[in-house]
Every structure is written in C-alpha cells, then in structure tokens.
C-alpha cells in the first residue's frame, strides 16, 4: 500500500476562495473590510519572511492590511501601547505579534494585552480556555489547518484513536484539545506522546490518526507506524541546502519532516508532505479567524 498524499497546498486554496468569497459578501452588505495588523519587532530573517507571507495572503483577499514595524531596541512599554492602539482600532479586527520578540520584551504580557476578541492567533489565556471548555471564538492556526486537513480529506474523527506527538502550546496542547470536544471533525479519543514517555511507538502504533510535531527529523519510524494509518507531520527542518530549479547559482533549503516520509507512506493509507502539508493551511486559518471577527465586529455571528 502506498498512502494517499494529503496536498495542504490544494485545500488551502480552497479554503481561501471560500474566504475571499465571504469577504466579499461582508464588504458589499455590510461596508466591512476584514483588518489584520502584523507587528515586527526586529529584522529575523525567519520572521520577516512570515510577516511578508502573511500580508501578501490578506492583500490577495481584499483585506485591510497593515504592516508595522518597529525597531529591535523598541521598549516593552512602547509595544504594549502600540498593541493596545490597535486594540482601541475599530477598522482591526486581527493583531498579530510576530515571534520571537527580542529578549528585553516578556513575550507573556505581550500577547497578554492583545483584546481577546481580535487574538486572531488564539493564543491568549481567554481563548485556551475557550478551547478547553468548547467555546472557542478563534483556534490556534496551525491545529485548525490540520483539523481542516482531515475533514477536507474525508478523515474520519469521531471515535478515532488519536496519538499526538509533542506537547507545546503551538500545536500539540491545542489539537489534542480541538479533537477532545464533542464536534464535527473531533469527538477522538486521545493521547498525548512527549520527550517523557515511556515506550512510545507502543502507543502510536494504536494510532488510527498520528500526529507528530516532535521538533526533530525521523521521529517517526515506518515500525512505529500502524498499517493503514494516517499521518500528519507537522515538523520542517532544514538539513541542508541544494540548488534552486528556478534560479541558477541560488541555493534554497532543503526540509524534512519529522517522519520517515519515504518509509512509512508504504504503510499509511494517508500521509501529509513537508513542505506541502499543514505549512500552507497555517496562514490561511489566520486569515479565516482574521474574517470571523469582522463577522463579528458586523453582527453577523
């Protein structure tokens, strides 16, 4: 059996067609341009290339897009009061801090001041627990893009045996979560796996559903794997550099899951790819939530 390729790449432009779709609907009836604010503290490389990704996404859908940025030496002080202007900003429905910050702002009290009801990121203490109790008003990116992957897919969730491998609060916490509550594309029975626990492929060979954010290339072996399962990989690590197809004399990286991609798609009935897989769905569900609270802000939800 060779599994099938789930294309993160395919159901995110689906998602953002439906998205531009309503967003313009929202403009037409209700005058209301969906607004998502990005902060930039600094110059990282890494960060400056998500802020551009992110801004050129909410271009091509018609909303109202504002990058900020500000100096790596910007003071704590100076950042909370830039967050709460946009706070007080009725044409932002979506405040984004790009991290990581530099290490004299605590990054807590930073998204800690950011108004729960445009947490777009939905990582402020309000909205998990929202999620916890399943009433959640925005969902962390990245577990909502794969959450997607599986109902787009044709995944079955409900009753699944669900084994999720890392604990963060970015991705492993928060899916798990997503998948506990007693909904469409959830209602799984679920474990978490983390750097602690003892005889691990002897739990994610339960698996119906294996979901591995773990930080680490190979994590996941073809052993650990049960036949015809599925799998996300939600891992991208860079293990080096090879010529670009497109540009002579330019180097780009090359990235690696944290599975055994080539092996254990001989073993799944579904499998996502790195790159390819959850990557696209994670700026798409921003924008998603980044609509949502101008539905909101419009009284339409």
Known sequence: MTARIIDGKKIAEEVRAEIKTKTEQLVADKGVVPGLVTILVGENPASVSYVTAKQKASKELGFHSVQDSQPAGISESELLQLVE???????????????????????????????????????????????????????????????????????????????????????????????????????????????????????????????????????????????????????????????????????????????DFDAVKEKASAITPVPGGVGPMTITMLMYSTLKSAQIAAGLQ
Request: aromatic fraction near 2%; hydrophobic fraction near 40%.
């Open 85 to 259: 202007k946009y706070n007080k900003d009725p044409g932002i429905h979506g405040i984004l801090v790009q991290l990581p910050l530099p290490k004299h702002i605590d990054e807590t009290k930073v998204l800690c001041a950011i108004d729960p009801d445009k947490d777009v990121d939905g990582f402020h203490p309000v909205n998990v627990g929202k999620l916890m109790i399943g009433d959640a008003k925005f969902l962390p990116c990245t577990p909502a893009g794969i959450q997607q992957l599986l109902i787009r897919s044709g995944i079955e969730t409900e009753g699944a045996e669900v084994v999720v491998v890392g604990r963060s609060n970015i991705v492993g916490k928060p899916i798990a979560n997503i998948l506990l509550q007693k909904a469409k594309g959830a209602n799984a029975t679920v474990t978490i796996c983390h750097t602690r626990t003892r005889d691990m492929a002897a739990h994610t060979r339960r698996a119906d559903i294996l979901i591995v954010a773990a930080g680490f290339p190979n994590a996941i072996t073809a052993d650990m794997v049960k036949d015809g399962a599925v799998v996300i990989d939600v891992g991208v690590n860079r293990v080096g550099e090879k010529p670009s197809a497109k540009t002579p004399g330019k180097m780009i990286a090359v990235l690696k899951g944290d599975v």
